[in-house]
């Protein structure tokens, strides 16, 4: 499936100024998988410590929150969560200043 | 400001912006129009007030010369989405290094003010001298700028003075400090209140602040107890890309930490006592977690059995960041407005000082707000003085308050922000300096912290105003838990810094615009600029910072934090334990070398 993920200006920095990706992928943690594949720099900031590999990513960072079509995955699945063609997540901080 | 060659790549010298120099102790206004000397100049905010400020030799923050310039950024007043920011800069009687020199500083703050400013055509105020009497000044379509009286708004708070002002000067808006910068003398710690549509159609005391610094003590230091704007709106055009680019804002990813979850976002600031509690970082007891179990007290899910909170707004800005507690009446329906709920002021003057209870908290921000005091330093600096009487059961400062002790610490309050607590007002260096127990006194460079604990970040030192809103790191090991020398390096020499570019440019930085759409916004207001040129207005503009801090006699020994990171690592943490001495020491060496080739290039 054919997933576009959007993330904030402070990842965009990691992503050489890319503001949102498009993946092939059928759940919500594959999708962040591919996204952190293709920036590793922004792996630090989705998965917890130490974890690597699809299989160890069992969980996102608690300082992350992830919005599959406007929802929070957190009350829909999770990372187990099924993508159709055409999904958009969002991946933001959880935390920020001010 | 006109620019004399719109759509091209801009030429300072053909942009000109409109000053206006008061100077109170003559009485006199003057009124002009300057070319910009660089993009930064353009730009505007403190971008063109620190160059204003590196002009001045100012040994006193209460100094007649020391010059109040309040001015907005080149967004402030458009259709970009939050383009409403206005700025306050001056040598800051809080900030103020060891050898005893006020530091260089801006404020920023929202509301109505800024645009209301901008359209009166006036883009930059630069305030000068003292006024034998109290005064306000008058700014409207022209521009004109006239001196009034302002003897009936003494004693006021900052609700009382933007009200009287308001309808004494209708489609006017107004920046006015409270009682807290009428007692200038012994209260450093003064913010300047700014009027919101919100506050003058509701009547409730909701307006919004610059508060970092003390600029508002500048202000009543010169007799000057507010400024209106008062003018027509002047709504601009909104073109396809511009309602394109504010719905890419308002329903993005760079806003929505600060939306409300029906509109995908993460409820605001406050909502990062959530994931902060998971490491144990949300300061508690002077900024020393206690993982006790109380931080959670005040998520929002526990405050909204008690209260109704409702998400509200600047004008015309759809991300609704403020949140709003009123009262809970029996039906649940909404009562009476309490205070704002954001995440500094909620922990510096409620969790951070042991009071875990909504309706405290709500109190103790109403309390400061209507004052006109920096939440942030005065939330620190009461939380040094709780600190302190903890430890000295045998001799207590003040009231011998400690912590969770509501009354006691509402006194404190309620008595620094009339000036009649100079030990608190005078900020919590001088203070711990005073009391030669400077190890525990949550300062950087002679600024308060605000809510982020300095173990967590070894960038504070190299903020040059507002610790986190002036260098991005304060989040940083929460987020990648990186503790390599060479990632804090580049954090702070190639990242971090650039969390004051939207300081310059009159936005929000809730807006979390990334560079392309920062562009597309200048490129809106006929100003083509590349991301390199932005940048590197960006990067100057703080560099001169860190130069004006040279200039007031910064030195090594005040690139530090509090000894008690260094000397007492807190167990509590989930974080880990990486700020040591022999660490900071080797950071220090490798920031410089970075930043001391680019300040000698200036």
Redesign the interface.
């Known amino acids: 499936m054919s997933i576009r993920i959007a993330f904030p200006a402070q990842f965009a920095e990691l992503t050489g100024g890319a503001g949102s990706v498009t993946v092939e992928a059928t759940t919500v943690g594959e999708a962040l998988a591919r996204l952190t594949e293709r920036y590793p720099a922004l792996a630090s900031y989705v998965w917890p410590r130490g974890a690597s590999g699809v299989g160890g990513r069992a969980e996102l960072n608690p300082v992350i929150v992830v919005f599959l079509n406007g929802e929070d995955v957190r009350h829909g699945g999770g990372l187990a969560a099924a993508l159709r063609d055409g999904d958009e997540l969002t991946v933001i901080s959880a935390v920020e200043g001010g | 400001m006109r620019n004399l060659n719109p759509g091209q790549a801009p030429i300072p010298a053909s942009v000109l912006y409109s000053r206006a120099t008061v100077d109170l102790t003559a009485g006199s206004v003057k009124l002009e129009e300057v070319p910009c000397r660089n993009l930064e100049d353009v730009l505007g905010g403190f971008g063109r007030s620190f160059q204003l400020l590196a002009e001045r030799n100012v040994t006193d923050a209460y100094a007649p010369e020391n010059p109040l310039i309040v001015n907005t950024g080149v967004l402030t007043g458009t259709e970009v989405m939050t383009g409403l920011r206005v700025y306050f800069s001056a040598y800051s009687p809080l900030k103020v290094s060891n050898k005893g020199l006020p530091a260089a500083m801006w404020s920023a703050g929202s509301g109505n003010f800024g645009s209301k400013m901008k359209w009166t055509g006036l883009d930059e105020l630069i305030v000068t001298g003292r006024s034998g009497k109290p005064v306000y000044l008058l700014l409207t379509e022209g521009p004109h700028v006239e001196i009034l009286p302002a003897a009936d708004l003494v004693g006021k708070d900052t609700h009382g003075k933007i009200m009287h002002l308001a309808q004494k000067h209708p489609q006017g808006h107004v920046a006015s400090i409270g009682q807290a910068g009428e007692a200038y003398k012994t209260n450093y710690m003064a913010a300047v209140a700014l009027s919101t549509d919100n506050e003058l159609k509701s009547k409730d005391d909701k307006c919004r602040f610059a508060g970092r610094g003390g600029m508002g003590s500048v202000m009543g230091s010169k007799g000057l107890l507010a400024i209106v704007a008062q003018v027509k709106d002047k709504p601009g055009k909104v073109t396809p890309a511009i309602r394109d680019l504010n719905r890419a804002i308002s329903g ?3 806003s ?3 939306r409300e ?1 029906d509109k ?1 976002g ?1 409820g ?2 406050w ?2 006592y ?3 509690e ?2 144990h970082v949300v300061p508690q007891y002077n900024f020393r977690p206690l993982a006790d179990g109380k931080v959670p007290l005040l998520f929002r899910e526990n405050v909204e059995k008690e209260f109704v909170v409702k998400a509200e707004s600047c004008y015309r800005c759809g991300i609704n ?1 403020h949140k709003n507690i009123y009262e809970r009446k029996p039906d649940g329906s909404k009562g009476e407005f309490r205070a704002k709920f ?3 002021p909620l922990d510096l003057l409620a969790t951070n000082l042991g009071i875990d209870n909504p309706a405290e908290a709500w109190q103790l921000i109403k309390l400061v707000d209507n004052l006109g005091m920096d939440s942030i330093s005065l939330g620190t600096t009461v939380g040094y003085v709780l600190d302190y009487n903890a430890r000295h059961k045998d001799r207590p400062l003040l009231n011998g308050a400690t912590f969770g002790q509501f009354d006691k610490i509402k006194w404190l309050m309620a008595e620094t922000g009339m000036g009649r607590l100079p030990e608190i007002g005078r900020g919590v260096k001088r203070l711990a300096d005073s009391l030669h127990e400077p190890g525990y006194a949550m300062q950087v460079k002679g600024l308060e912290l ?1 809510a ?1 604990i300095p173990d967590t970040n070894p960038g504070y030192p190299w903020a040059i105003a507002g610790g ?2 002036s260098m ?1 790191t ?2 940083l090991l ?5 503790t390599s020398l060479d990632y804090w390096v580049k954090a702070i020499t190639e ?1 971090g810094l650039y969390q004051v570019r939207d300081d310059l440019l009159g936005v929000c ?2 807006a ?5 759409q920062a562009l597309e916004s200048l490129k809106s207001v006929g100003l083509a600029v590349t ?1 390199e040129e932005l940048l590197a207005a960006t990067r100057r503009s703080y560099l001169r910072g860190l130069a004006l801090e040279r200039k007031q006699g910064y030195e090594d020994s005040d690139y530090t934090l509090p000894a008690q990171v260094f000397e007492h690592p807190n167990p509590h943490l989930k974080t880990p334990n990486f700020v040591t001495p022999e660490f900071f020491r080797e950071l220090k060496t490798k920031v410089w070398a970075v930043f001391d080739k680019e300040i000698a290039a200036l």
């Open positions: 993005g990813p760079g929505a930490k600060f979850a995908q993460m605001g600031t909502s990062n959530e994931p902060m998971k490491f960041c954001d995440y500094e605000p982020y986190h809103m991005a304060f989040l929460v987020m990648q838990g990186d990242r930085k809730f979390g615009m990334n560079h392309k991301q």
